[in-house]
């Protein structure tokens, strides 16, 4: 079975910064791209950020373009999602996901297969 694992979740300020990271099994990184889902309380999973492992090309949502980074380790088959100026609207659970690659809707939760267990970001003051 794939098996993901995300740590770095915690609670903080506006304005603060947190960083993701999520652990890939030796199968689920064999997948093409590795993403950052989340869910707000009373919301549907929206995503966030898509990295593609081998090209390394990333695709992000209108909503953290530009506040959030998200990079691989490929040797440590690790993906890290940088978060800086954190807002409340950011508090979620976050989830890491690994799957197939599709440039065009690299959005789309159907792309992948295999999911983390969430951890969860909270912004607040």
């Known amino acids: 079975q794939g098996q993901l694992v995300e740590s770095g979740g915690g609670t903080v300020q506006p304005g603060d910064s947190l960083r993701l990271s999520c652990v890939a099994s030796?199968?689920?990184?064999?997948?093409?791209?590795m993403g950052w889902f989340r869910r707000a309380p009373g919301k549907e999973r929206e995503f966030v950020a898509t990295?593609?492992?081998?090209?390394?090309?990333?695709f992000y949502a209108d909503s953290v373009k530009g506040r959030f980074t998200i990079s691989r380790d490929n040797a440590k088959n690790t993906v890290n999602l940088q978060m800086n100026s954190l807002k409340p609207e950011d508090t979620a659970v976050y989830y890491c996901?690994?799957?197939?690659?599709?440039?065009?809707?690299?959005?789309?939760?159907?792309?992948?297969?295999?999911w983390g267990q969430g951890t969860q970001v909270t912004v607040s003051s």
């Open positions: 996901a690994a799957g197939r690659w599709n440039y065009y809707t690299a959005y789309d939760r159907r792309n992948y297969d295999y």
């Open positions: 030796v199968r689920t990184s064999r997948s093409d791209v």
């Open positions: 990295i593609h492992w081998r090209l390394g090309t990333t």
